[in-house]
Structure formats: structure tokens, C-alpha cells
């Protein structure tokens, strides 16, 4: 039957998904802004939070690409997208080795509100680790602590990876740290 955009032709039952979306909405939009207002994730993913966007991750890229050739520096960059890596099989990998495998039951579905924040937690300790691990391509910067004085400081960063949500571009020196 064609409901003519009238409650009193449809089904309450109808409404529920309705109730749902505005639900998950707003425990989406007060968990982010507590994790982002507490710095609670490390790994570095640009998804998820207030103000992630694509723009961050893609100016680091390009400075490290420039950073190469302006210093003649060898740099190799991996882009990965991490969820065909997790479809049915999973396995979580400890300091002691590899624990038992496990099948998923319920996924994160792309198209939920709360997907970009949930890709952004899953994968968080996975990036924090390998960002310690100090591999990646390292980028030098001078600057001058103070406006009077003449000495310069040196300010080196790592940069392991970059993300958005389940798409990683790993960022290395030399080829032999991708393998």
C-alpha cells in the first residue's frame, strides 16, 4: 500500500530503525568527542573523531615525498586497505606469538554511523605498536626556539603510517622494513 507520507497508514514497528540511527547517532557523537577531548587514541587514525579528514594524513604523504626528493633520501610507501584482512578469520597477534583463530560473527558495517569510529578504535593499538617500533621514514625540521636568539633546534619526527579508517599507508626508509 502506498502510505502517502502518512503516519496512520504505517506500522509503529516501522519507526524502530528510525529510533535506532538517532540513538547510535548521539552515543556516536559523545563517545568521540570524549576520546578526542581525552587524547585517549595513539595509533595516529584520521577517522572517527571531530575534525578527522582525509586532508592531514595526505599532507604528511606529500611531505614525506617531498622531504625525499628535496634531500635525495630513499622512502617506500605500502597503502593497505585493512578490513579485506579481517573478513572471516581473525587471530590476535600477543608478545608471546599468535593466539587461536577465531570466527567473526558480526563485522563493522561501512555504510553505520558508528563505523569511522569503530574502525578507528579496532585498529588503534595495531598502528600505536608499529609507530613505537620508530621505522618508518624520519623527516628533520630547524627552527628557532626563541625569536632572540641565533641557535636553531632540531625537531625529528617518524612517521610509520598513515590512516583512514581501514585504508593504511605504511610509510617507510627502505624497502627491507616492508618485508
Same mark, same amino acid.
Given at each position: 500500500m502506498n502510505w502517502e507520507y502518512s503516519l496512520t497508514k504505517t506500522r509503529p514497528i516501522i519507526l524502530l530503525e528510525t529510533l535506532r540511527k538517532v !540513538?547510535?547517532?548521539?552515543?556516536?557523537?559523545?563517545?568521540?568527542?570524549?576520546?578526542?577531548?581525552?587524547?585517549?587514541?595513539?595509533?595516529?587514525?584520521?577517522a572517527g573523531l571531530p575534525g578527522g579528514s582525509t586532508e592531514a594524513p595526505l599532507r604528511i604523504i606529500n611531505t614525506c615525498i617531498e622531504d625525499a626528493k628535496k634531500n635525495n633520501k630513499e622512502l617506500w610507501l605500502t597503502f593497505q586497505d585493512l578490513s579485506k584482512a579481517y573478513d572471516s578469520k581473525?587471530?590476535?597477534?600477543k608478545e608471546k606469538g599468535i593466539m587461536k583463530q577465531y570466527t567473526t560473527i558480526i563485522g563493522i558495517d561501512q555504510g553505520e554511523v558508528i563505523s569511522p569510529l569503530l574502525w578507528t578504535i579496532y585498529y588503534d593499538p595495531?598502528?600505536?605498536?608499529?609507530?613505537? !617500533?620508530?621505522?618508518?621514514?624520519e623527516i628533520e625540521h630547524c627552527f628557532k626556539s626563541n625569536v632572540q636568539s641565533e641557535q636553531e633546534e632540531k625537531?625529528?619526527?617518524?612517521?610509520?603510517?598513515?590512516?583512514?579508517?581501514?585504508?593504511?599507508?605504511?610509510i617507510t626508509k627502505n624497502k627491507a622494513q616492508l618485508e
Open positions: !540513538l547510535v547517532k548521539i552515543v556516536t557523537k559523545r563517545l568521540s568527542k570524549v576520546i578526542a577531548e581525552r587524547n585517549i587514541l595513539k595509533g595516529g587514525n584520521h581473525k587471530s590476535v597477534i595495531l598502528l600505536a605498536e608499529i609507530n613505537s !617500533l620508530k621505522m618508518g621514514y625537531l625529528r619526527i617518524n612517521i610509520s603510517s598513515q590512516s583512514y579508517m581501514d585504508n593504511v599507508t605504511w
